[in-house]
């Protein structure tokens, strides 16, 4: 659906700050437009004031969640230089990185106590596992505390337990020591207020509550800098975040009530979901009523440990999933974005189950996970990028695409790399010799067999840390209670990783690249699709933190806990507000009947609406 870009009231009133130099707030509901209003209130800036700007060497930064949207943004803003467009972590930790001696005072003064009194408080005296950890954890944190020293320099790595004796922090104390630091530092605020006359936040409800107030800080005072934060409440789906984010003392909020995405019917069931914002439709999508409907499945009661399903119940359950297709009409429409609790799912149904485990187990951290998701990760990154076109290339017989492709991302094939003498045929032999081996690797190898061949022929630029992964002793056995195994878990999940086939990598990309109709309901967070299929399975989901079932029918499932509560409603909303015109969802119910008719006495869901399987 076409963004309207015409200023809505929110619009004029983010402007009117920008140019009294106020600090504010937009609250902004799904479909609002937050992101157009984010950067058409950049571009104001621009136009007011690039020229002193630039002069004074100062710049505009937008603090962007994930490194996805960064590149969104910045290829909106033009790539200009002028603005500094980062996740949170790079921003803060380019801020700090060069404040050496800071950043040891903030770890000796704050943050390890802080990790140590977190430490005592979980030893609750006894032998119990919990509190025979906290002691081994209070007593390595002294050991670390103690000699941590001047050298070596602090740094960043993606580890999931900071090591203070060798300077190495981990993604989360990157966030601690930056926030310490900026809000306990008038002179670090200075500066950064001056560098950086405007601050805005985007998603800012899946921010931290202390960098908010580091950011506050900095803009405390009247007239520049100043900090404007865009998100909402409704959408804060992730754990310790700051959800009700405000600006400094004299910010102004602003609510931003329009839905320029989801036709009337959609919008209806939204406003269902949430009291503190009712959004209104923006304009052409007034015009489209659209339809919701949801179908109550009956659940099959599991049979497999932990109260899972069996082989044979999952088949049953995705019998359910076609037979609802079918009754919607739905098996032949195009596009349909179907939405899954959890990517496990997806991982099932479209064959990588081993690489998703790999990558959500025990020898993954948050980040690595992340990275996974996001298809960046530095061991899936060469097939990714490049190595899997090659395959294909080579299995369509495609010498054009094939030597395309080696041009692209391989060293030897560069026009000034090592065989640039060498002639047209020859080159083009190289290539389809090259193709036909890695089709085969593909087929029959590992990818450690995948990557070493691409290291021996130059096809690849393999990373520094890739290629010690590679040549380094496998490591033996995993001690789960060791925080040096803990710390250099990465290494397992690279072993593990090096002995897998490729064809659930294949299964994977194809996955990333959107080729299959699926989606999780987190990874679909700000996405949009004019058809939207929404599968709720508490029970294949296997989640803890989320209950559909409790909190869309408590009368049948049983009560939620708050965070449940909180949680699952607004995954719903964030899931829900996907859909441009039409929405169905599925939800599997021990006892379908009695949930559908609780779905419409709560007033969630017309009579009309409610079907069942």
Known sequence: MKKVLKPTEADKKIAGCIDNETSFSVVAGAGSGKTTSLVEALKKI??????????????????????????????????????????????????IARFQDAIREALREFVIPQHMENARSNDKGGQSQTAKKARLKLARLEQELEALGESPPVKYEETVISDYSKCILNHDDVIDVAAYLISNRPILQKGLGFKYPYIFVDEAQDTFPHVVEALNAVCAKAGLPIVGYFGDPMQQIYDKRVENFAGPQGSIEISKEENFRCSTSVIDLLNRFRVDLKQVPGDENARIEGSVFITVAQAPDPEGPRKTYTAEQLDEVAAKFSEALAAWEWKDVSPVKQLFLARRMIARRLGFVTLHKLFTGDFSSSRSQSDYEEGSHYLLKPFIDGLFDLVQASRSNNVKKTIETLRRVSPAFDDD????????????????????????????????????????????????????????????????????HQRDKGDWLADEFFILKAAELENYIEFLDENS??????????????????????????????????????????????????????????????????????????????????????GLFDEGQVSYL
Not at 51 to 78: F, H, P, W
């Open 46 to 95: 621009k136009a007011k004031r690039a020229k002193e700007m630039r002069k004074n060497g100062q710049r505009i930064v937008c603090i962007i969640y994930t490194n996805r949207a960064v590149d969104v943004i910045s290829k909106r803003l033009g790539f200009d230089e002028l603005f500094h467009v980062s996740t949170l972590h790079g921003f803060l930790w380019d801020e």
């Open 417 to 484: 790399g090592q065989n640039k003498a060498k002639s047209l045929k020859e080159m083009l032999d190289r290539a389809s010799q090259h193709g036909s081996e890695l089709d085969e690797l593909w087929e029959n190898g590992s990818m450690r067999d995948i990557l070493k061949y691409c290291e021996a022929h130059g096809l690849y630029p393999l990373s520094e840390r890739l290629v010690y992964q590679l040549n380094r002793e496998q490591r033996g056995e995993f001690d789960r209670d060791s925080d040096e």
């Open 517 to 602: 109709p699926f989606s999780t309901q987190h990874g679909s967070k700000g996405e949009e699709y004019k058809n939207v299929l929404v599968m709720i399975d508490d029970i294949e989901a296997a989640w803890n933190a989320y209950s559909f079932s409790k909190v869309l029918t408590p009368g049948v499932a049983g009560n939620p806990t708050d965070r449940q509560m909180d949680f699952t409603r607004k995954l719903a909303y964030v899931c829900f507000s996907r859909a441009e015109e039409n929405l169905r969802i599925l939800l599997f119910s021990k006892d379908a009947r009695a949930a559908g008719h609780e779905l419409i006495d709560q």
